[in-house]
């Protein structure tokens, strides 16, 4: 056990200790007469004197030293019993003790493999001291926590822990921590021990050593890579890779446990934040209060379960037992482990794929304890319809099992007595049910006539009608009886149906090609679509009634694809074999729209409706594309490229030398691909290839990954030799093509003679066929060691590469489409959307609870630029992070219009596109462009009528009576009649060139000074920038006045405006690109309408802008405040330091505020 430091003098004490083991800093001492066979007098003592103390007062008889040199000091930090192991530290510092030598080599392997390395760093002692002790106390802390766990995690503890947490790193109190780890960050060749915190949306690293301090926060959301690595100095690190750096972490006290919930928490947020809707995400993760330690420790075991079994995904898994169960054909009892489900009993036995047994609860007749004997522990009877029943002996927990798996079976029985019209009824018995023997799965005639007979459209397989010519069909024959002959004893040694039991000798079977008189049977057995289709009838027959007449997308791709699968069997070249692929593939876009229909599909509903009826090759189809592939089929085919990652890294692992001599694996992985997506349909020639699908529905997917690995390791020589990609390629090409499916059992002809003359040189050699049941078994016995644990492993590292490359090539592109309408730098354009899409993630993190709405804003199906979008709140934040002249108080309310401008379309969301546009007219472009949106930031539809300005600056007086010349501090007089003259003769040579932006009254030019005068404040020029825009504000009034004395003239007389009058009405306006859409062209027109009505009136002030715009061009010192040159670079920087913070206190702020309201409303209650 370990102990917090203590000093221990070592003077004397060494002759009661004897070194077993050293190193330059460890030494590994044991106790004088424990462990002694020489029976020396010193060590008989040392030992009898052990002996006769006190329990308390023992000396455990072995120790560990850290030696510092030249002192004689220890630190003791780690004691325990007779039964544990001392650790003790020569400088010396003690940390361990126990007396098990198992224990003892175990950490001292422990310290040489974690620390020994590490120390040699240092160059003072006291930093070695101070480091090894602050790592042992890490690990005291977690040995501790562990053991608090085991029991029951202590609240008080944790509530610890927690505020930490919020203290250190300044989170809300909605980041919900889930566990922490003791551990070291590397920096170079130097560790940190500190603390690693792992939240719901974070990992976070804190340490404070020799007085100084490191922490940092890293979002799942920006984990690119995460992967156990070996360097020079630590034979195992934990090493996460973001866009900008990675870190290495190391020391754990469990790395595999550490290692594990990194890998979830970030595969779970990915898929929560970047694909929430195309990726099969569990209901309970979706929820992020949901998620513990305990919750991840149990998804990850149901995802082993249902991968295992190919569950259907709606499964929960509700209990788990050890326990055994009788298997006659061995005539003993098997150990394992009994996982229970809402609908299946399945069992496993220890060793994955040795034994394992699959029940639905549909087939289930009932489920009893019997007598428990020394020889039947707490046995459990289960008998199912086919009169057959399994024994399951030593559990634990029997009486709460039993009576929890009758109350589902209740469920299950009721809703299939509904469905059947009551066939099926819950059967109870007295007695036990003990008959133990397996026979066919129809054991008798009455059976087969009481199953209600199923609506299908083709009753029998398509096989029965069209089978390929065979050059020997004797020979042929004769193979399949006896393979159907092999397959009869073992049905009678195993049970026939989907509860046999399948082990290894079924897998030599599966592995010599299916029968084709058994192989549709198989398949909807070892699949358990057999079930599925006795629980739905009607419902395929249903679906084709209600598709037909319905057109959409996946009904085009349907009809395009049809002619294209299997065209060389006979099958599919006329009506029927068409007309039935077409409703199954129809069918099944109707039941799942989200999925629809993706290429590929149509090659293996071709191949099932083959060698099965037509409804069942539908439940087949359902059984790979939602179980047995999972997310292989959505719009972004994940669930396939994740597997092609996993595959690669299967090469590295199990082929090294050929993934030495071919660093780069994508070419492979642009052929393996189709490998995975068709089963080797469309790779191998067609017997061939359904013997690979005979082993997928027997093993799942690990099958496909064994026969691929199993293909490049027979090529490997003439890969490795291969000159380029293009070469490698067609060498596996060729290699499958010559697979063949050969039923003659004798030698292959012996090739013919070579000619006299010898072979030229060059020529190819002689072609040879592998035979695919060689391929299979090879791929077996080379690589039947991958378990379904080791894939989902590596299933959950991978996805996260697989949806960052995603990410990746979202932001290229929209970066693609953005970059020609803006004068960004594409470094700072990149900058931008890394903060337009942390944003939308901050709001997910720590946002006000309306989750659900804000997923929406993110939808992978949409155009690149549209993908993530802004809510009304969001887009505030990112205003005062990155616009270029903030107004004070005032800031929120023109970020408020500025967003109403922008969202032309009302959806109350705004695209990159959109946002990029905008910061591109304040940073790059022209005056002229930036005093164009000051201006429609102030008209409609940005400014309303009913807008309440909440800012507290009070509106500048204006009047309409000022003389058309200003008084300058030096008593000078600027006379502006000449200059207006001027103007609105060039206005009017202008006006056929630009469209007009509709006019600006007088409550709207006073919202325009106020944000201006806002602009100025606290500008270093601020003094001069008041007196030019009072002097601008005076030269507009006097121009509306003129306006306003011209239209009431016009009024007055009847008569048609002069030219000032047209001058003053029209002004230019052309629209920046952001601006130009439809919508926003209509909602233009719309705004020039309504301020030509309110001009209407005679009384009513107006002016353009180009009235505007030339007044502030006669103001040197606004045109340079407009046309100083902006650092975006700058901006951004403090942006993505300041973004996180801000919000996190924000959020941080809005909870506490809610808490307290929460309480006051508790204390009035």
């Known amino acids: ?672 691909l189709s490998w995975f997506l068709t089963l080797f349909l469309s790779v191998l020639p067609f017997r061939s290839a359904v013997c690979v699908v005979d082993c997928f529905f027997f093993h799942g997917i690990k099958a496909i990954f064994q026969l691929g690995l199993a293909v490049l390791d027979a090529n490997a020589a003439a890969l490795g030799a291969s000159a380029d990609d293009g070469q490698a390629l067609m060498i596996l090409t060729g290699f499958l093509d010559r697979v063949k499916y050969d039923e003659n059992p004798s030698p292959p002809a012996p090739h013919p003679p070579s000619s006299p003359s010898g072979e030229e040189e060059g020529s190819p050699p002689a072609e040879l066929h592998t035979l695919i049941t060689d391929l299979i078994t090879d791929s077996y016995e080379k690589f039947g060691d991958l378990t379904v644990r080791q894939i989902e492993r590596l299933r959950c590292r991978h996805r996260i590469q697989v949806l960052q490359a995603h990410e990746d090539i979202t932001k290229e592109n929209a970066l693609r489409v953005v970059t020609p309408d803006v004068s960004l730098s594409p470094e700072n354009l990149a900058d931008v959307y890394d903060l337009f899409k942390t944003e939308h993630f901050i709001n997910l993190y720590w946002g006000d609870g309306s989750t659900t709405v804000a997923l929406q804003h993110h939808d992978p199906g949409q155009p690149y630029v549209e993908q993530y979008r802004v809510d009304r709140a969001q887009f505030k934040n990112l205003y005062v992070l990155l616009v270029p002249w903030l107004c004070g108080f005032h800031t929120d309310t023109v970020a408020h219009r500025t967003f109403t401008l922008l969202d032309q379309d009302r959806d109350l969301l705004i695209t990159f596109r959109k946002f990029a546009g905008w910061l591109d007219t304040l940073y790059c472009e022209e005056l002229n462009e930036k005093i164009r949106l000051l201006y429609r930031l102030h008209i409609p539809p940005a400014l309303t009528e009913s807008e309440d300005d909440p800012s507290p600056l009070k509106s500048p007086l204006l009047s309409t009576t000022r003389p058309l010349h200003i008084e300058m501090p030096n008593e000078e007089i600027r006379d502006y009649q000449e200059q207006l003259k001027q103007m609105l003769k060039d206005l009017a040579q202008e006006k056929n060139v630009e469209k007009p932006l509709p006019l600006m009254n007088q409550r709207e030019f006073i919202q325009f000074c106020k944000t201006l005068y806002s602009m100025f404040h606290g500008n270093p020029d601020e003094n001069e920038l008041f007196q030019a825009i009072a002097t601008v504000t005076s030269l507009v009034l006097q121009i509306g006045e003129v306006g306003h004395r011209s239209r009431s003239e016009v009024s007055s007389e009847g008569g048609a405006g002069d030219e000032v009058e047209e001058d003053h009405r029209e002004g230019s306006q052309e629209d920046h690109t952001v601006f130009s859409t439809k919508e926003g062209d209509g909602e233009r027109q719309e705004g020039t309408r309504k301020s030509s009505e309110r001009s209407e009136s005679p009384s009513e002030w107006t002016v353009s802008y180009a009235q505007i715009l030339a007044s502030l061009l006669t103001e040197q010192q606004l045109v340079n405040f407009f046309e100083k040159p902006l650092d975006l670079s700058a901006k951004v920087a403090v942006a993505k330091v300041k973004q996180y913070h801000e919000r996190a206190g924000s959020a941080r702020n809005q909870q506490g505020l809610l808490q307290q309201g929460t309480s006051l409303f508790n204390m009035t209650m």
């Open 1 to 672: 056990m370990w102990l917090n430091p203590e000093e221990v003098l070592l003077k004397n004490a060494l002759k009661l200790w004897v070194t077993e083991k050293s190193n330059d800093f460890f030494i590994l001492q044991r106790r004088r007469g424990h462990g002694d066979s020489g029976g020396k007098f010193t060590g008989l003592l040392v030992g009898a004197l052990d002996t006769v103390l006190d329990s308390n007062a023992r000396v455990t008889p072995f120790r560990i030293l850290l030696q510092v040199p030249g002192s004689q000091v220890s630190w003791t930090i780690a004691c325990g019993k007779l039964s544990e192991m001392s650790l003790l530290f020569l400088s010396p510092i003690l940390i361990f003790v126990g007396a098990a030598v198992e224990d003892m080599n175990r950490h001292w392997d422990w310290l040489v493999q974690n620390l020994l390395h590490s120390l040699s760093v240092f160059e003072n002692k006291e930093d070695v001291a101070s480091f090894v002790k602050g790592k042992v106390k890490g690990l005291i802390a977690e040995e501790v926590r562990g053991k608090q766990a085991a029991q029951e995690e202590d609240p008080e503890k944790f509530r610890e822990v927690l505020l930490k947490f919020e203290l250190r790193f300044g989170l809300p109190s909605s980041e919900k921590l889930v566990t922490t780890y003791s551990c070291c960050c590397w920096k170079g060749r130097v560790p940190r021990h500190g603390w690693l915190y792992l939240s719901i949306n974070h990992m976070a690293f804190y340490s404070f050593l020799l007085g100084k301090e490191v922490k940092f926060v890293i979002p799942w959301a920006e984990v690119t890579r995460l992967e156990r690595v070996s360097t020079g100095l630590m034979t195992d690190m934990v090493r996460v890779t973001t866009r900008r750096r990675q870190r290495d972490f190391s020391m754990f006290l469990s790395m595999d446990e550490a290692f594990g919930v990194m890998g979830q928490l970030a595969d779970i947020a990915l898929q929560r934040l970047l694909d929430s809707g195309g990726l099969e995400l569990d209901q309970v993760l979706q929820q992020s209060s949901n998620i513990t330690k305990r919750v991840l420790e149990e998804q990850a075991l149901r995802a082993y379960v249902l991968a295992l079994f190919r569950l259907p995904r709606a499964e929960c898994l509700q209990e788990v037992a050890l326990c055994s169960v009788w298997t006659p054909h061995a005539r003993c009892h098997t150990a394992g482990t009994l996982y229970t489900t809402d609908s299946y009993l399945c069992f496993a036995s220890r060793e994955e794929g040795h034994c394992s047994l699959l029940i639905p609860l549909s087939e289930v007749i009932s489920i009893e304890k019997a007598e428990s004997t020394s020889l039947l522990p707490n046995p459990v009877i289960v008998s199912v319809r086919s009169k057959k029943a399994f024994q399951l002996i030593e559990l634990q927990d029997r009486d709460s099992l039993v009576d929890s798996l009758t109350s589902r079976l209740r469920l299950v029985i009721r809703c299939v007595y509904l469905t059947n019209s009551g066939v099926w009824v819950l059967q109870t018995s007295s007695s036990p049910y003990y008959t133990f023997y397996y026979d066919t799965m129809y054991c008798d005639g009455e059976e087969i006539e009481e199953r209600p007979l199923r609506h299908t459209v083709n009753t029998e397989a398509l096989i029965a009608y069209y089978h390929h010519s065979q050059p020997d069909s004797n020979n042929s024959t004769t193979m399949e009886q006896v393979k159907e002959r092999l397959w009869d004893d073992h049905f009678s040694a195993y049970g026939r149906g989907v509860h046999m039991f399948r082990t290894e000798k079924i897998q030599k079977l599966v592995a010599m090609g299916i029968p084709e008189s058994l192989r549709g049977e198989l398949w909807m057995t070892f699949s358990d679509s057999s079930s599925e289709l006795a629980s739905h009838p009607d419902y395929y027959s249903g679906l084709v009634t209600e598709s037909i007449g319905h057109s959409s997308l996946a009904t085009e791709e349907i009809e395009r694809d049809l002619h294209r699968s299997l065209p060389d069997h006979p099958a599919f070249q006329n009506v029927t074999g068409i007309a039935a692929l077409r409703r199954v593939l129809t069918a099944y876009a109707h039941r799942n729209p989200k999925i629809g229909y993706c290429q590929s599909m149509n090659i293996l509903a071709s191949v099932l409706l083959l060698y099965t009826k037509e409804e069942e090759a539908f439940w087949l189809l359902v059984a790979v594309c939602e179980r047995m592939l999972p997310d292989y089929f959505n719009r972004r085919v994940i669930g396939a490229q994740v597997d092609q990652s996993v595959f690669e890294e299967l090469i590295q692992e199990r082929l090294p030398e050929l993934a030495e001599h071919i660093p780069d694996l994508s070419p492979l992985s642009s052929l393996s």
